[in-house]
T-cell receptor, first 116, second 118 residues
């Protein structure tokens, strides 16, 4: 029962480098999201997807790119890393929202990214 | 737009005592869900409890209960009989049915760091 799997767990990048954070879920959830966590600011939404082929921007999308070609996978790409992108990144998935019952998100274990 | 406010950056509680973590929210959605997550020092996000805006009774899950006051827009988490393992960061979050897709994702507060003292 894997849930949400994120890789890598730790990463150090140099300014200007690009990389992809991987996220996969095996629960057949429609919704997937990427959040970043910075001290004192809680978790902020970067990008999200409501199904395969559908993505949209969250609160802090600049410098990041996503795609959703399958239900299971939702990679996050850093196009040209900057020190301001040093953070902990969480991928999460959920059943769709709507009606009177709201499902919580299941989170991956996080990726700690440092940009030097 | 949705907003979650947690006004207690840090809280201390004696082991075996109860503690209340405050959460207020703001939304124009007629229907929404409220969540609490726990983040221990290891970093993972652990779901604790959920309250739907139309639920008549306050949610309970073991030692956790959610004190939901809709008119005041508050959703406080109550932990009874605190244990040393309850020391962690606690986040309040919500999601709604808003017209924007982002409103249907989780919006988080800034968190409360709880320390349980032996």
């Amino acid at each position: 029962n894997a849930g949400v799997t994120q890789t890598p767990k730790f990463q150090v990048l140099k300014t200007g480098q690009s990389m992809t954070l991987q996220c996969a879920q095996d629960m057949n959830h429609e919704y997937m999201s990427w959040y970043r966590q910075d001290p004192g600011m809680g978790l902020r939404l970067i990008h999200y997807s409501v199904g395969a082929g559908i993505t949209d921007q969250g609160e802090v999308p600049n410098g990041y790119n996503v795609s959703r070609s399958t239900t299971e996978d939702f990679p996050l790409r850093l196009l040209s890393a900057a020190p301001s992108q040093t953070s902990v990144y969480f991928c999460a998935s959920s059943y769709s929202a709507g009606g009177l019952t709201f499902h919580g998100y299941t989170f991956g274990s996080g990726t700690r990214l440092t940009v030097v | 737009a949705q907003k979650i406010t947690q006004t207690q950056p840090g809280m201390f509680v004696q082991e075996k005592e109860a503690v209340t973590l405050d959460c207020t929210y703001d939304t124009s959605d007629p229907s929404y869900g409220l969540f609490w997550y726990k983040q221990p020092s290891s970093g993972e996000m652990i779901f604790l409890i959920y309250q739907g805006s139309y639920d008549q009774q306050n949610a309970t899950e073991g030692r956790y209960s959610l004190n939901f006051q809709k008119a005041r827009k508050s959703a406080n988490l109550v932990i009874s009989a605190s244990q040393l393992g309850d020391s962690a960061m606690y986040f309040c979050a919500m999601r709604g049915v808003g017209t924007s897709g982002s409103a249907r994702q989780l919006t988080f507060g800034s968190g409360t760091q709880l320390t349980v003292l032996p």
